[in-house]
């Protein structure tokens, strides 16, 4: 629902919530507009969370908050209603399906049957687009015992975003040489017949916990 249309739809609200609040119906009490206070927001990379301070003034008033990528700002959140005997509270709204590393305006509402309202408008930019982390690998030097080569092998991630990491690994020497298999480690000992006539290749990659892989795995070749 656009600004306009909310607004029309919670000022009608607004008429049936305040109507007789007098103690004397000739003599209705009069309504005082809502006051905001204390606005702040809090960007993540697809969302943001907004709070306000928000005094109904005596009467039953909704709040919501009106943002978008320009000055018209199109869209608005859920409204959340404030009943008149609450005094000051703490009010926020939470707007998901924003775009990553974008700018926004913003500005909080609220109305009753006194009037309309709003906090200066503000602009917050959403975190950047998820980064996919890189991958590092050493190696100790082989060892030959008996018919087995033996190496230890050990990684570690970065990621920009710094976001927790997990790990995967693949060989190529394995039945399915594409599939890759989760570790919760970060160093271990791949062994290999030393009859083996071919190169042997182990490949690690870090995954961030978004689910973004290092597209260039690092590996490590043994040559026979």
Known sequence: MGPRALFLALLGALAVLSSGCGDDPAQPR???PPTLD???VLPARTKATFTADLDPRGSPSFAWVDYGVDTTLAFSSDSLYVQDS???VSVSRVVEGLSAGT???????????????????????TD?????????????????LQSTVRVHLYWYGDDPD??????????????????????AVTDSVF???VASA??????????DVVGAVDGSPAEWTWEP
Request: net charge positive; no cysteine.
């Open 30 to 32: 009069p309504v005082t």
């Open 162 to 183: 710094g976001d927790p990491l997990e790990f995967q690994w693949q060989r190529s020497d394995a039945a399915d040489p594409t599939l890759w298999y989760g570790t």
């Open 191 to 193: 062994t290999r017949p």
């Open 86 to 88: 609450q005094g000051v």
């Open 103 to 125: 700018l926004y305006r913003y500005r909080w509402r609220a109305a009753n049957a006194g009037g309309l309202v709003g906090s200066p408008r503000d602009t917050f930019r």
């Open 198 to 207: 071919t190169a042997w290749t182990i490949r690690l990659r870090a995954v």
């Open 38 to 40: 204390g606005v702040e």
């Open 128 to 144: 950047p687009p998820n980064q996919p982390p890189e991958t590092y690998l050493t190696a100790a030097p082989p060892e030959t």
